[in-house]
């Protein structure tokens, strides 16, 4: 299995920005859809976003759409989430996952690998 880490997470105000990134270890990190899902308290987990291998599919959460930004970087093993207009209800556990397969999915049962997630917390 591949292992991933998160980093960027933070406190900020509402409105503002941030980015997360995923580094990812092994070789063929390329050929995996990579998601981004949160867990905000008392809340079950949810999909915030989800790309496939080439970043040619990609797949949002209504909630995030036009806020927020999944990218990949096959050359650098790594995934970002670029969080735009950030708001209060945003606050979570944002977590990476790895789909060892190029089909992209929004599920959490189809993802096998996570990271051990970032904490995000936005202000009012």
């Known amino acids: 299995q591949v292992q991933l880490v998160e980093s960027g997470g933070g406190l900020v105000q509402a409105g503002a920005s941030l980015r997360l990134s995923c580094a990812a270890s092994?070789?063929?990190?390329?050929?995996?859809?990579m998601g981004w899902f949160r867990q905000a308290p008392g809340k079950e987990r949810e999909f915030v976003a989800a790309?496939?291998?080439?970043?040619?599919?990609?797949r949002y959460a209504d909630s995030v759409k036009g806020r927020f930004t999944i990218s990949r970087d096959n050359a650098k093993n790594t995934v970002y989430l670029q969080m735009n207009s950030l708001k209060p209800e945003d606050t979570a556990v944002y977590y990476c996952?790895?789909?060892?397969?190029?089909?992209?999915?929004?599920?959490?049962?189809?993802?096998?690998?996570w990271g051990q997630g970032t904490q995000v917390t936005v202000s009012s």
């Open positions: 790309i496939n291998w080439s970043g040619g599919s990609i």
């Open positions: 996952a790895a789909r060892q397969t190029p089909l992209i999915a929004t599920q959490e049962k189809n993802f096998s690998s």
């Open positions: 092994g070789r063929t990190f390329s050929t995996y859809t």
